[in-house]
């Protein structure tokens, strides 16, 4: 039986909940893809996966999880640690969307600064986040089921990246902001990989 690939969690959930979200999108949204159950797995992964990084799994839980609470994060199994992080990514592009939406575009630069480069600032990590999970899955850490298990679990929503790619290209369109566009298979990969980013640059 084909699975489709659901940006916001199972149908079921979504049936039972049609309310929008916080960031106006409704939960009946979805990526509107039927895929083969064998080839699941590996679309998930391309759909995570930014080719302008080279993020690893150990790169993610070395900056998102404390050394004090590595205990608690063994205690995890794969799903619950790809879930978290998966969460932390949207949490990430909802603040990247909040400083967006907090920039002048009427106003000066110096008005706007503080909340672009934050705003790029979460960007960037929503971006390495998820990319971190796509490298799980090649190294073997998640099977198929862990990965769509995970993905449905964190209620994954297009829509924010949509929401906060239109935001930022927006604010270049007045002040031509230094930023790279985005690298990811969620939206579109016509542009050519540019240069990986620097981890240190991108926590």
Known sequence: MPYELDSTGTAAEQDGNETETDEGGGLESSLGMTIPEDHVGAF?????????????WTDIVDTMVAPVARDAWAELSPIEQATEVLSKAAEFDRRAIEHFEAV??????????????????????????????????????????????????????????????????RIDSVFEIDYRPYGGTLMDDNDGPEPETEHGETW
């Open 44 to 56: 998930v992964a391309e759909a995570l996966e930014d080719p302008e990084r080279a993020t690893t």
């Open 104 to 169: 002048p575009l009427d106003g000066d630069r110096s008005e706007a600064e503080t909340d672009i480069d934050e705003g790029l600032r979460c960007r960037r990590n929503a971006d390495t986040f998820r990319d971190g999970v796509a490298a799980a899955y090649g190294d073997g850490r998640l099977d198929d089921d862990g990965l769509v298990d995970a993905l449905e679990a964190a209620e994954f929503d297009t829509e924010i990246i949509a929401r906060r790619e239109d935001l930022i290209e």
